[in-house]
């Protein structure tokens, strides 16, 4: 079965750091570029982050520059989201998805919860 | 890039023909997609490069435009069709629409 499955969300105090990790398999991982999508609670999509698919070609949403880093392994097959300097507005289910240009495979999306 | 999506509530009969609209900022050419998202779940691609349907997607939906005007439209509105549509350019960076919540009448 073709799919991606993130994990790696939770709750977290600002400031604090969480890993995201998103599994790809059914498909070969390595010749798709990858992108994470956000959701705020009750709000609609953002555009988080993009690497191509040889990692070396990444870029970032203006309001995660320099707090995240996305990237990925092709031999275990995963994209990865290190983030840091967490604030409360970063709360939001984080989504990995294939593609860049039109998004066609999505995970079911980890919750990411930015309190104290 | 803005996009603007119209209207924010759209409720339409079963079997009627519903009418999105996603309006960009300055031009994208063709560069647009869009998603649906059901209650409770995960986004999925309907259309992409303006008019092209993903694999899988029922014939009764179907999009158009180019340059800075775009149109989805679910030529007979069934029961599973209730949920947001975002439009989505890839031309400069990425951007969402903020959606339309389409539901039944």
């Known amino acids: 079965e073709v799919r991606l499955v993130e994990s790696g969300g939770g709750l977290v105090q600002p400031g604090g750091s969480l890993r995201l990790s998103c599994a790809g398999s059914?498909?070969?991982?390595?010749?798709?570029?990858m992108t994470w999508v956000r959701q705020a609670p009750g709000k609609g999509l953002e555009w988080v982050s993009y690497i191509n698919d040889d990692g070396f070609t990444i870029y970032y949403n203006d309001s995660v520059k320099a707090r995240f880093t996305i990237s990925r392994d092709n031999v275990k097959k995963s994209l990865y989201l290190q983030m840091t300097h967490l604030r409360v507005e970063d709360t939001a289910i984080y989504y990995c998805a294939r593609g860049s240009m039109a998004l066609d495979l999505w995970g079911q999306g980890t919750m990411v919860t930015v309190s104290s | 890039i803005v996009l603007t999506q119209s209207p924010a509530t759209l409720s339409v009969p079963p079997g009627e023909r519903a009418t999105l609209s996603c309006r960009a900022s300055?031009?994208?050419?063709?560069?647009l997609a869009w998603y649906q998202q059901r209650p409770g779940q995960a986004p999925r691609l309907l259309i992409y490069?303006?008019?092209i349907r993903a694999a899988g997607v029922p014939a009764r939906f179907s999009g158009s435009g180019s340059g800075t005007d775009f149109t989805l439209i679910i030529s007979s509105l069934q029961s599973e069709d209730v949920a947001v549509y975002y439009c989505?350019?890839?031309?400069?960076?990425?951007?969402f629409g903020q959606g339309t919540k389409v539901e039944l009448k």
């Open positions: 059914g498909f070969i991982f390595s010749d798709y570029e």
């Open positions: 989505q350019q890839s031309n400069n960076w990425w951007t």
């Open positions: 300055q031009s994208i050419s063709r560069d």
């Open positions: 490069e303006a008019s």
